[in-house]
């Protein structure tokens, strides 16, 4: 399974962007996979910020983020998004989407089975 991330860019503070990732390859299983959305700002770790079931009935969230961003995925289209609004110069990231196969969370980068390339999240102030 190959992901592209796509959607990040540079926007003032308390503005919105939406982020798009595609899954191309092996995916008839999409829709048995868990999606999610890990960011990385410079010097730090990869930290988890949502993440979706197969069906797309459960979501969760980084304290973080709570409230401010929303994912969400259309299985017939292979895509995740993560609509981000309210954003925040802390917000400034690259941010990766991810996948795990067979199971309803990815919140951890142990258990990612693929990665996509990032997009660049500037905010600000």
């Known amino acids: 399974v190959q992901l592209q991330a796509s959607g990040g860019g540079l926007v003032q503070a308390g503005g919105s962007l939406r982020l798009s990732c595609i899954a191309s390859?092996?995916?008839?299983?999409?829709?048995?996979?868990?999606m999610g959305w890990f960011r990385q700002a410079p010097g730090k770790e990869r930290d988890f910020v949502a993440d979706?079931?197969?069906?797309?009935?459960?979501?969760f969230y980084a304290d973080s983020v709570k409230g401010r961003f929303t994912i969400s995925r259309d299985n017939a289209k292979n895509t995740v998004y993560l609509q981000m609004n309210s954003l925040k110069p802390e917000d400034t990231a690259v941010y990766y989407c991810?996948?795990?196969?067979?199971?309803?969370?990815?919140?951890?980068?142990?258990?990612?089975?693929?990665w996509g390339q990032g997009t660049q999240v500037t905010v600000s102030s």
């Open positions: 390859g092996r995916t008839r299983t999409f829709r048995w996979n868990a």
């Open positions: 991810a996948a795990r196969t067979l199971y309803n969370s990815i919140r951890t980068t142990d258990v990612v089975d693929y």
């Open positions: 979706i079931d197969g069906s797309g009935a459960s979501t």
